[in-house]
DNA sequence: GGGTATTTGTCCGTATGTATT
DNA sequence: AAATACATACGGACAAATACC
């Protein structure tokens, strides 16, 4: 009938926080301290805060101590922006050091310049781009801070054929300033008619915990957001994915007349 | 520099599975097992199990085992489907013993009669409508199953003065069957032309875990997706608000011009 | 239905390591 | 360098859930 006392004094502390009680960023008493005031084992308490861990109401920093954490402003990412309007997602890849504002609040994006690899195509990549499994594919990552806070890792994937067709700068390792939709509709006339975003979310892998500074458990989990961009003909011309982390991130769809996003 | 020793022990679990020596299903080695053949201790090896859960790689059951986690078959919502065609997503409420074939497989949706409440409009209730904060607003809550399996919570919030206006049928607990969409077009007179919809993702509280048989420590996170639903003049005259868990659930977004869906 | 073996869950105590102040 | 606080690791005891006979 009864919870047992490790989620009874989870749930007891659960409530200081929600109530207020506890606020974000305050620290929590010791571990020692709780665990004479509930009159258990240390261990028991500490089975009490990795729940609140994992609901992720509390974090614990070694040497300091257990803290409510704070809720992180969060990045607000429109899906459905026209694509004619350079945006933040994917459609344009800025310069490295540029800065751009975010959100009309003045938030500075950073991007690594690209890091290209000639790939042969995964199945999944194959049957998005519909190319042979095993073809060769460009592969061009990304990654983003906003603020100087890691933001998104971001990796697209063109078929090799556009390469030799004279869309030469997409094995370059540079930006390509004018945004890439803009030079392969200049260079090959593939203009870019519409795109589908699948979006899925699941724990992060070592590399996505590490360069987003998540706890290593993947008790924070990502966004995983595939594009498959199409052209005129209704071929795939692109496939984007990028992982957001869902702690500091959300996202917008607008369908139909809908006012200005309130947004800022 | 080396990781724990419960890390370590979790890798070589965790590389097992990933190679597929373990299978999706398959039963791991018990504990003591384990602990044995690492030379740990069992709560060392329960703390790389433990790892290897919020990971959502593996799951426990008492007194049977540890198993690998097999994947759901996920369950794919278009958010962006024309809201003129009858849509799994809110825009109709389909009968309590409804049934509907979604995504071509024959699968079966049910939802229980709607849950009608008169609340005062929360903070966030009341900005999305663009109400009073504290003014009555009218709150239908339906569960829904997809081949019995818990799928979706849903909460539809609507002004007060719809009802005053003649909209009755809001507040009786039995399915609009024409759906609300229309129902609110034929007697008021209000044209949904548009939503918005805004995407977050946190952890279960109790009542969700419960619902959706998660575990209640929040290592499975849930989506709470907002849609706020214009009229013809901009004005808000709907917010819903779906949860679904991230564990079976993914979303696609279409812009522009794509091919038709390739599910099903 | 009951009893027993198996397996995971809870709880305790203790010792030592590591990060931070 | 010392003190503080969380992290790792061990060992043991009993409880609770499940499966099987």
């Avoid at 009938?1 to 409530?15: G, K």
């Avoid at 702690?247 to 947004?263: A, K, L």
């Amino acid at each position: 009938m009864s919870n047992p006392r490790y989620q009874q004094i989870a749930e007891d502390l659960r409530a200081q926080i929600e109530t207020g009680s506890l606020k974000p960023g305050q620290q929590l008493r010791t571990e020692i301290e709780l665990r004479d005031h509930y009159d258990a084992s240390r261990n028991t308490v500490r089975d009490a805060i990795k729940w609140l861990m994992t609901l992720g109401l509390v974090e614990t920093k070694p040497g300091q101590g257990t803290f409510v954490v704070q809720k992180i402003d969060p990045y607000i990412t429109n899906l459905t922006d026209n694509p004619k309007v350079p945006t933040l997602y994917g459609e344009v890849e800025p310069s490295a050091a540029g800065k751009i504002e975010v959100e009309g609040k003045d938030r500075i994006l950073e991007s690594t310049e690209p890091q290209i690899e000639i790939q042969k195509a995964s199945a999944p990549v194959a049957s998005s781009l519909q190319v042979k499994e095993g073809s060769q594919v460009i592969s061009r990552h990304q990654k983003r801070y906003i603020d100087e806070t890691p933001w998104s890792m971001q990796t697209s994937f063109y078929p090799m054929g556009f390469v030799l067709k004279g869309a030469d700068k997409l094995i370059q390792a540079d930006d390509i300033e004018i945004g890439t939709v803009k030079y392969l509709a200049d260079t090959l006339g593939l203009k870019q008619v519409g795109y589908r975003d699948w979006i899925t979310v699941r724990a992060p892998d070592p590399n996505e915990a590490t360069f987003f500074k998540l706890p290593p458990d993947g008790r924070v989990a990502v966004f995983e957001i595939f594009r498959i961009a199409y052209d005129q003909t209704g071929t795939p011309m692109r496939l984007t994915i990028t992982i957001f982390p869902t702690d500091r991130n959300q996202f917008i769809v607008n369908v139909g007349q809908v006012p200005d996003d309130p947004v800022g």
